[in-house]
């Protein structure tokens, strides 16, 4: 059974992928033990990609844009995985057909393979099950891979911690189209690409794109040295979807050059390792079922001032018996 | 006994408020069990300051411009606590003398009380502590409280989660003064301070002003709707000092009628409740003798990509007996 996913992915099988992936996400203890089972076999397959982060407001025309640049990749003839992080969006409302009509060109491609990600999960857990589905397409030899984010909410610093590269989808007309996106998440950016610069609207492209170019300078310069850039780009006509990926590259060979590009993923890894201690350490605290019943009372006291916070979590791991103890401070 | 302590901070006694936020600092269980019983018996005294978070790079004048801001703030009248913040600054590192000494017209004035944090305190520590000191100050009566970090570290997220008002502190000439401080801080400022903008510096400290203005425009707008600002000042002629105070009042005036300022302390402090409760349940993990010995083997194997991290976390979940008992997936 477990040599039958982990054979179906190493052939780069995209069914037996998609059921792997499903798994991943599933909430069946069953399921996830045999999907870790699989990625612990797939492993040593994985590493191999350039994962990018694509970010951007509703309405800024990431479909369009990722279905141009990632027809664009796959003309280089290599092989795509576009994996969507949201929790909240209508996109991640189940509707794998709905995701694959978005980005129809992209979706008939032999070399690429979509999926968005399972409705309704919680953040760590949209986090965890999308960078193991990176590791799994990794395995079944995808060697560019797009992670999604709708750029509103948190997902963006989950989704900047699990890739190697940034990337930040804006509109001609500088400010405005930030409102939804969140602060600090500017920068974060390796490349801040200001799309629909087509037309009327290119000579505010051109304007936005000066004025974040101001704006940039401002800003630390990155430990991967890289020089974050702004550019006009257009994915309905394809303008300056070309340079975009020359520019990634450019990204890549810089940063593999100085070490940053497997630093920054070895510290991912271990970014990664201490997460999930974290989430699951508070996963099990606050299902205790003491703990669970207490939670909202307490809350309200804290939240109104009535207890202090430090008197408050002191209550709620006394209530705890398991993590009692096992209190050091005790 | 734990009367004597509140009652000497209720009377707004400096020294009785200097020991208990020694008790704070301690890590004695003794200590740490008084000082919470006495800031249980505060808490209703408490949450009535402005907080400041003042941040700024080594160099950018921090104390000579803390000295000028709190000497005006106590010619208001007011009462002013200055406590600072830093795990790994020269000035932490037990040196109460040090910061006395540089803050030396401040130190001896009556309304207003100095504190450096103890120093080797990790992070988290810091943070628990310092919220808990200014709980204190409250308590004892101070109106406006600083809490300074030198903005070069994690602490500055850790600061803005716990102030109203969040001022970076910044030199003329852009861009290179930035170096040290972390990505992220800038869209996190409700006021940006260019400080030494005196003599030949000035119009230096104009053009920088216009600068960050530019890229301030480009920044999404804060849910307090409180336009960041960028001042010029000169700690050392006093030069904007009161305008900042002024800024600061206009921020409380608008946030308080806007419902942020309290929404924001609100959520402050339920964050801060669950902050607390990961603080203590990772502590108590990663002090588990069985996981204390196995990690550094793990980590090793994480970062080089021979172990995946979630079989890595299953694997110190599972070694750590009475977490695993709890753990809901099984």
Partial sequence: MVRDYVNGILSSDKFILSKTITLVESTLPKDIKLAQEVLDKVLPHTGNSLRIGITGAPGVG???FIEALGNWVTKQKLKLAVLTVDPSSQYSKGSILGDKTRMGKLSHNALAYIRPSAAGSVLGGVGQKTRESILLCEAAGYEVIFVETVGVGQSETVVHDMVDFFLLLLLPGAGDELQGIKKGILEMADLLAINKAEGENESNALKTKHDFEQAFRLFQKAESNWQPLIV????????????IWDYIQQYKSLTQLNGYFNRRRQQQNLSWLHELVRYNLEKSFYQNATVAQALPAIEQEVLQGRQAAISAARQLIEI?????????TR
């Fill in 62 to 64: 990431k479909s369009t």
């Fill in 232 to 243: 006009t780009c257009s994915a309905l006509t394809e303008m300056g979807i070309a340079d």
């Fill in 320 to 328: 705890s018996e398991p993590f009692k103890r096992n209190d050091p």
